[in-house]
């Protein structure tokens, strides 16, 4: 009995291999066609100062809406890209697009707004990604000092003699880099002395359950005194509710991004809620 069962799921654990497998090469296959095809856009996630609650900056963070499969979430299709190589391809378009975006309202917008970029590993460890970014910077005239560029803990690391050279160029041209999902990685101290960062961004996982005086709660607080002190501006990421805003307000995080103030958003809805449009102001939040 039990060595039919045994033998059972080893069939089914095999036909899920398989499944896996096709739906890996489905989604291989589509997303080389997805820049042409148009099915990529990119949505903004507002970002709210903490002390004077007003938008100081965007996310910008990538769709993907395929004709063959729907909406694939970038948790599923980046990882991939990089495996296959594809991010550097889409990685130029999402920086192409956002500095479109980012040149319009530093013409048009009564203050300066941030454009964060989400860069991975396959773009900076590619050979020509500084001189392609330089490159897309020149060609759509935006001032290289409202970008921010966003790398995670794991790729700092795992790129760590390739990285810093790079980001101190990037830093160079005015372009600040953001420690993205801090604290989920395994040497976060020593690489804030390592990389040239500028913004530290506290992983959503660290405020899920914040409350005063938790174990949470000594993190965040310790993280953010260390960032201070060594000059870092902090975000606090994921923020979904009322209490945690109030808690990173208390902990004096500067920046606060998540669900409590918006999703990320299309274009069109983020300019029409903050009023970024030619002629208005940006409008208080709170
Ligand atoms: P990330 O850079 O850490 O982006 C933040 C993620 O958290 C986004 O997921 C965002 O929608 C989500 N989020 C924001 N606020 C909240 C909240 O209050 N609660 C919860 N539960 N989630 C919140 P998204 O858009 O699905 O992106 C996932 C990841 O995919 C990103 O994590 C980033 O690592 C990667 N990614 C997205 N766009 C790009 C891109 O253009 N290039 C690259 N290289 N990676 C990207
Ligand atoms: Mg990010
Ligand atoms: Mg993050
Ligand atoms: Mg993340």
Redesign the pocket.
């Known amino acids: 009995q039990a060595k039919k069962s045994g033998k059972n799921q080893s069939v089914l654990f095999k036909q899920s291999l398989q499944l896996e497998h096709n739906v890996r090469a489905r989604i291989d296959h589509e997303l080389r066609k997805a820049i042409i095809k148009n099915e990529l856009s ?2 903004y ?1 507002p970002q709210i100062s903490s002390v004077y609650g007003e938008l100081v900056g965007v ?4 769709r993907w809406h395929s004709s063959e499969l729907g909406e694939v ?3 599923e299709f ?1 990882p991939m890209a990089e495996e296959n190589g594809q ?1 550097i391809e ?2 130029l378009w ?1 920086l192409k697009t956002a500095c479109q975006t980012l040149r319009k309202w530093q013409l048009t917008a009564s203050r300066p707004l941030t454009m964060s ?4 590993a396959g ?1 900076l460890t590619d050979p020509n990604f500084l001189k392609n970014m330089t490159d897309v910077i020149h060609a759509s005239g935006v001032d290289p000092r409202g970008l921010v560029v ?1 790398i ?1 803990e794991s790729t700092a690391i795992s790129e760590m003699d390739n990285v810093r050279s790079l980001l101190e160029q990037l830093t160079e041209q005015g372009i600040r880099i953001a420690l ?2 801090f604290g989920t990685g395994f040497s976060s101290i020593s690489l804030l002395r390592q990389l040239p960062f500028n913004i530290i ?1 506290i992983d ?1 996982s660290f405020l899920k359950s914040l409350s005063r005086g938790s174990q949470d709660w000594y993190i965040v607080k310790a993280i953010q005194d260390l960032a201070s002190a060594l000059g870092h501006e902090v975000v606090a ?4 509710t009322n209490q945690q805003l109030t808690l990173t307000r208390e902990l004096q995080c500067d920046v606060v ?4 103030f918006s ?2 958003i299309p274009l069109k809805e983020l300019e029409a809620r903050y009023l970024l449009t030619p002629e208005t102001k940006i409008r208080r939040i709170s």
């Open positions: 990119l949505v996630q996310e910008a963070l990538l979430s970038p948790a980046i991010i889409l990685g999402v970029v989400n860069v991975s773009q966003e995670t993205d999902d961004k959503r990421e994921g923020v979904e991004q998540g669900y409590v999703r990320p």
